[in-house]
């Protein structure tokens, strides 16, 4: 790892704090694969970041972890669990893959876009919700089912949704 000289929102965003975190994590591969640590550095730091990654954070990593920018750009575009762009105080990606598809996901998703008033890929007016449609979360079993923020929410119904949205700070 370099040591990072950072001024401006890089600098409060890597303080202490989380180079300790990624550092734990980095840790745990060997010398010189550092570019392992790049998956769980990258939700340290969009956690940190209210929710999304920035290009600067994303450069900023790469030369924490001494890998090219590139190779943190194409982990950070790949997967959906990674956002490139502000978002909503909560984040809820719901599955619309073959399994939830057959047990109503499209009713799902019609419902969360006429309550939230948005559409998939746009964030609430009052900025609380970012809504998504991902493919397969994993949860098959539970069809039809999405991920509000970090938490799975499976076997759902309009009302269910309702009871959950309503039950949030």
Request: charged share 20%.
């Amino acid at each position: 790892m370099t040591e990072m000289l950072l001024t401006g929102p890089r600098e409060t965003l890597f303080n202490d704090s989380l180079r300790e975190q990624m550092d734990s994590w980095i840790v745990k591969y060997p010398a010189g694969q550092e570019q392992s640590a790049v998956i769980p550095c990258l939700h340290i730091l969009q956690d940190a970041n209210e929710g999304w990654l920035s290009r600067a954070i994303m450069d900023a990593l790469a030369e924490y972890l001494d890998i090219p920018s590139i190779s943190v750009y194409e982990v950070a575009t790949f997967y959906t669990m990674f956002e490139l762009a502000p978002v909503g105080k909560h984040k809820i990606s719901v599955c619309t893959n073959i399994s939830c598809m057959l047990c109503g996901s499209e009713t799902i998703m019609n419902h969360l876009q006429q309550k939230l008033d948005i559409k998939p890929g746009e964030t609430s007016e009052d900025g609380q919700f970012t809504l998504k449609e991902v493919e397969c979360l994993g949860a098959c079993v539970g069809a039809p089912m999405m991920l509000l923020d970090r938490d799975y929410h499976e076997f759902l119904t309009p009302e269910k949704i309702d009871q959950i949205l309503d039950g949030l700070s």
